[in-house]
């Protein structure tokens, strides 16, 4: 029963909070360049007006269209309730790192599918680059968590968070530290934000993520865009409390879980703040160079795995 | 009249698929015919591996059979060589002594080769087929010699032909000679499993070959050289020495890469498919590494696991590559053609096709909550706890094979999504597909069949894999690795993993219908306008403006432009009066195989070399012929 | 990257508050309700230019800029005329570009309103009457409000938008 409990609570903390992530990020980037900017909040006020929109749909696009926005907000919000967001125990206990970036990889999957779908070019290119960039980023995942596990020695999230957290001077280890910059530099890839992607961009030459979702129109965007900012959440509390897992309680209580809450909080507000200097400060990258980044990213994560072996 | 073999051949199939299903639970029996054959005649076994390998075969022959009969029903050519093949590959892992092996495995090969010809006889790309058909008969009888070279030295040491006594008598032998018998069974069971870089004849074979027959090439023909591994390496040549596991770690994670790799630039539907069946026997070549080095590290618990996650693998491959296989069989047959360049809008076309292509493609993609997921992730598992064995050298090589198996799964999602996507999706980019029609009913069945299997395979996770255990368990005795929890989570290692397949599948489904669900309830739910897609107002949208495959893949081909090495090539042509009018430009960028141009070429150059050297000895006179058998003739008076 | 950092906190937020319109010309106020209710808090714009000289996208462009920050009314442009609740046309509208502005508005999904922004939008401007034009927004696509000037300010361009919204400042 608590775990239905949680289920519920943790499904609607990242449901709501992913809007207001967004819109955070969109506030304090604003903000930095010296303007007033939308409020927090705004994301919902765009959601609320989509769904009110009659879609329109090209004849050219088949099922799988109109399916996807269901698939990639199912597989997202299973991957939230497998992340050990609100305690060490969500709701889909047995969850490792591989089950979790299958889960967005099967959204990805369905989402390029739905950018060939209409037959645009714009579609094909941002497929096409989608994949390109999700499969290269792939192995530096694995990696980077494989480096946590070997400590905690096992690929369960929250045994990695448990774990973790019962030894604090991890935080400065260097392993620790390599893991967590490949990490964040993998979630800029797979969430399609600065370097990798702009997010805000009107060129469809630049685009990676919104070249698939271009055709889509009321509903179906307000899903998908739901979706996308809902990965951004789980991505940026996985950053926070596989490496920083203090204030994630283990059981299962009221009291906990609105601590759970609290702490997530700060650390979202925290990492927010950081992702939104590093995207007012650096440019895009040329999408030929991205591989480079990845692959940058990629050799971080081997140290990360060596180094542990070597600080045993 | 080909019908009625076909069907026979399914019938055969159901049966060895129930007497394999046996062999795994412990039924044992064994034949033996001794004057049949010289050397110890034909003997059959039936243990707990050979029995999960011909159930495999079986299983996988009861839809391509049926598939067959839709297919070919009504052409009498290819009938016979298919039932000879079927029959042939149930032999091969009853084989219980040398003769039997080697008759049963070249039948299995001529078979298939007669079948890969098909192209040929049937008059379509007779110089394509021809070519593959040679290339397979050499790549596979040089496999053959190997096989055979091991076999006969391991006879020759052990004094008996026949396996059994070889599983007693292999600790006997010393390291070396271990070694080097398994370096030679290696090479030819590698040969005919498609690790790179033996993998040439892959490609060019299973694209050629009718549909029915590519489903059980790809999917269980190239599985018996690993059951031929696993006997040697387990069985036959126990135990395990050191060098073994990382040797077969690296092969399979280089196969991997590279078999996804030029899948990904591959523009021929049924050619993509063959080179991802390079990735995924790579990926069965990684568990067996696995298990060998853990073997051989004295962990059976662990190997225990590599041996289960590879069975598991092997078992998964052939439900969804006989599944894609004969999707794209039906696309060839409804459109004419498996360009798919010139695909495309076949989901409005063969909308059974497509949904059977698509369960096949999210399994191939390792993407929940289906069976190519489940055996991936055990892989990984197994992968991950190399931690125990405490050799940095074979830690590295883990890291590595970790890293590549990773990589080859991300790129798999992108070959796959190319596959289907512009196969299927989209506008058709030529008559043929914009006059496709889907297949007849039969193969409706057969391929409906194969995908509910790949579904069945991932929710019956918990109960397959401490079979496979069991089965893995009868050659190296261990303590189980995996336990089945609540909700029908499998445990792994105690509490390094766990996955419940069931539960992944029901939050999906939920996680899915959510969003639905509450829109209707809430009545949010305008209708739908249908108008063109946009392309900036543009005022003709054709199929031309569509991305292509070889668009598709072009971020990889620039990526990884140091492993395909393009040679572009630009020829413009312009207007005779003046240079700066173009008439017309062909431009090509075509990818370079580098295991052919950097293996084979050379050694093709070598041996005609060496052959023109030793063509001196052909002279053509007859007195020089005489006096070579005088001189053979006084040297074996001086040696007698 | 740092000293753009520090620049940018040193001249801390510079948006002005928006000035009034006095000159805007609503040509039928069948949305007005519907639009003031619907796109009030939150406006998605495509911005589509039939021919225009690019006057008026220069000024349009000023209006994300930080001194009248679009983005704190809640509307932003988007790329593709699907996600877009309004389409702002400039330009007299080319024989070339009629069709392409008709597709854009039909793929654009309902509820939608038409701005035209520029006196060119409106009747032609300063090309009116030529041959190579249609003559005006309206010849297309039905207009729900025009925004005066050759070319508008963005203040007045920001003043016109928000009043086709009904907000207040």
Redesign the interface.
């Known amino acids: 029963m608590d775990v239905v409990l949680l289920a519920l609570l943790q499904a609607a903390a990242v449901a709501l909070g992913a809007p207001l992530v967004v819109g955070t990020l969109r506030t304090l980037k604003a903000r930095l360049v010296g303007r007033r900017g939308p409020a927090p909040w705004q994301p919902f006020r765009d959601l609320r007006k989509l769904f009110a929109k009659t879609p329109v749909v090209s004849d050219t696009t088949s099922w799988i269209f109109r399916v996807t926005p269901y698939v990639l907000v199912g597989s997202v919000v299973v991957a939230a309730l497998a992340t050990p967001l609100l305690s060490s125990r969500p709701p889909l206990a047995f969850a490792g790192i591989i089950l979790l970036m299958s889960l967005f990889l099967l959204g990805t999957f369905f989402l390029a599918l739905a950018g060939l779908d209409a037959g645009s070019a714009f579609g094909g290119m941002g497929s096409s680059r989608e994949v390109a960039v999700a499969a290269l980023a792939e192995p530096t995942v694995i990696l980077a968590v494989f480096a946590l596990a070997l400590r905690a020695n096992t690929t369960n999230l929250g045994g990695i968070v448990e774990r973790v957290a019962a030894e604090p001077q991890l935080a400065i280890n260097p392993a620790h530290l390599l893991a967590f910059v490949a990490f964040f530099i993998v979630m800029l890839a797979e969430t399609g934000r600065l370097p990798v992607d702009n997010p805000a961009t009107h060129l469809e030459l630049t685009m990676i993520h919104e070249a698939m979702i271009l055709e889509y129109s009321g509903r179906h965007l307000a899903l998908v865009e739901w979706a996308s900012a809902m990965k951004l959440l789980v991505f940026l509390a996985l950053l926070a409390n596989l490496f920083f897992p203090w204030g994630v309680p283990a059981d299962i209580t009221p009291l906990a879980m609105l601590l759970g809450l609290l702490a997530l909080g700060v650390k979202l507000v925290v990492l927010a703040g950081a992702l939104a200097l590093l995207e007012t400060a650096i440019a895009k990258l040329r999408l030929f160079r991205v591989p480079e980044l990845l692959a940058g990213s990629f050799a971080l994560g081997v140290l990360s795995v060596s180094a542990v072996f070597l600080f045993r | 009249m080909a019908a009625l073999v076909y069907s026979l051949t399914a019938l055969l199939g159901v049966g060895a698929a129930t007497a394999g299903i046996a062999g795994m639970l412990g039924a044992r029996w064994s034949l033996h015919i001794g004057w049949i054959v010289p050397l110890d005649g034909l003997a059959l076994e039936m243990d707990a591996l050979a029995g999960l390998f011909v159930g495999l075969v079986g299983a996988a022959a009861v839809p391509a059979s049926l598939y067959a009969i839709g297919y070919a029903g009504r052409e009498r050519r290819g009938a016979l060589a298919y039932a000879v093949f079927v029959g042939a590959m149930l032999i091969v892992p009853l084989a219980g002594n040398v003769m039997t092996f080697v008759l049963a495995w070249e039948l299995m090969s001529l078979a298939s080769y007669v079948l890969v010809l098909d192209g040929a006889r049937a008059g379509r790309e007779p110089v394509a087929s021809a070519h593959a058909g040679w290339v397979y008969a050499v790549m596979t009888h040089a496999g053959l010699a190997c096989l055979l070279a091991g076999m006969l030295l391991l006879t020759a040491w052990t004094g008996s032909a026949r396996f059994a006594d070889w599983t007693v008598a292999g600790p006997t032998l010393s390291v070396g000679v271990r070694s080097l018998v398994w370096a030679l069974l290696m090479l030819g069971f590698a040969a005919k499993a498609g690790g790179v870089p033996l993998h040439v004849w892959l490609p060019l074979a299973h694209p050629t070959a009718p549909s029915h027959v590519s489903a059980l090439m790809s999917g269980v023909m190239i599985k018996l050289g690993v059951y031929g591994l696993l006997r040697a390496s387990l069985d036959w040549l126990a135990p395990v020495v050191p060098w073994w596991g990382p040797m077969l770690l690296l092969v399979g994670t280089v196969s991997a890469v590279v078999g996804v790799l030029y899948a990904i630039v591959d523009r021929d539907l049924k050619r993509l498919l063959a080179f991802s069946s390079i990735d995924n026997v790579g990926i069965v070549l990684v568990g067996t590494g696995a298990a060998l080095t853990f073997a051989a590290a004295a962990l059976p618990s662990l190997a225990l696991l590599a041996l289960a996650a590879a069975l598991y693998h092997v078992v998964n491959h052939a439900a969804f590559k006989s599944l894609l296989f004969m999707a794209a069989g039906s696309v060839q047959h409804g459109a004419g053609t498996r360009d798919m360049n010139a695909l495309g809008g076949l989901i409005k076309r063969q909308p059974w096709t497509a949904a059977c292509f698509l369960v096949g493609a999210i399994a191939i993609a390792g993407l929940p909550p289906l069976n190519g997921f489940v055996s991936e992730w055990l892989t990984f598992q197994v992968l991950l706890q190399n931690v125990v064995i405490p050799q940095p050298a074979s830690n590295l090589v883990f890291a590595l094979a970790i890293a590549g198996l990773a990589l080859a799964a991300g790129l798999a999602v992108a070959c796959f999504v190319k596959a289907f996507g512009i196969t299927f999706l989209a506008l058709p980019r030529s008559d043929g597909a914009a006059a496709a029609h889907d297949a007849p009913a039969i193969m409706r069945v057969a391929m409906v069949a194969t995908a509910c299997a790949c579904a069945a395979l991932a929710l019956g996770a918990s109960w397959i894999v401490p079979v496979l255990a069991t089965v893995g368990a009868t050659l190296i005795p261990g303590p189980t690795p995996v336990t089945v929890g609540a909700w029908l989570t499998l445990d792994v290692s105690k509490d390094f993993a766990a996955l419940s397949v069931p539960a992944v599948a029901l939050a999906l489904g939920s996680g899915v219908l959510l969003p639905l669900v509450v829109l209707m309830v809430l009545r949010v739910r305008p209708r739908a306008r249908r108008y063109e897609t946009w392309s900036c107002g543009r005022l003709l949208q054709t199929s031309r403006m569509e991305y292509t495959a070889t668009a598709f893949a072009d971020p990889f081909t620039r990526v990884f432009d140091f492993f395909y090495r393009p040679v572009t090539r630009l020829d413009i042509d312009r207007h005779p009066e003046s240079r700066f009018f173009v008439q017309r430009i062909r431009y090509e960028n075509p990818t370079r195989f580098i295991v052919d141009e950097w293996l084979y070429a050379p050694l093709a150059r070598v041996l005609r070399a060496a052959a023109r050297r030793t063509a001196i000895v052909q002279s053509g006179s007859p007195n020089l012929y005489l006096a070579y058998v005088l001189a053979a003739l006084l040297v074996l008076l001086m040696v007698a | ?2 000293r ?2 520090a620049l ?2 040193q ?5 002005e508050p928006a000035a009034r319109a006095e000159d805007i010309e609503r040509l039928g106020a069948r949305l007005a309700d519907e639009i003031r209710t ?2 009030g ?2 406006l ?1 714009i495509r911005q589509v230019d039939a021919g225009s000289c690019n006057g008026c996208e220069l000024e349009i462009g000023g209006l994300t ?2 001194h009248y ?1 679009l ?2 009314f ?1 509307v ?8 877009a ?1 309004c389409l702002l046309v400039t330009g007299p509208v080319t024989r070339n570009m009629a ?6 508005w ?6 939608k309103f038409v701005i035209a922004a520029g006196d060119c939008a409106g009747d032609g401007g300063i090309f009116g009457g030529s041959y190579a034009i249609v003559g005006g927004v309206h010849e297309v696509v039905p207009v729900d409000a025009f925004i005066p000037g050759c070319p508008p300010s963005p203040g007045a361009l920001l003043a016109g938008l928000l009043d086709a919204l009904g907000r207040p400042r």
């Open positions: 990257m740092l753009q950092l940018a906190l001249h801390g937020i510079v948006t619907r796109f808090r939150s998605a800029g930080p920050d983005e704190r809640g932003h442009f988007v790329a593709s005329p699907r996600h609740d069709e392409a502005l008709r597709r854009t039909n793929a654009t999904p309902d509820p």
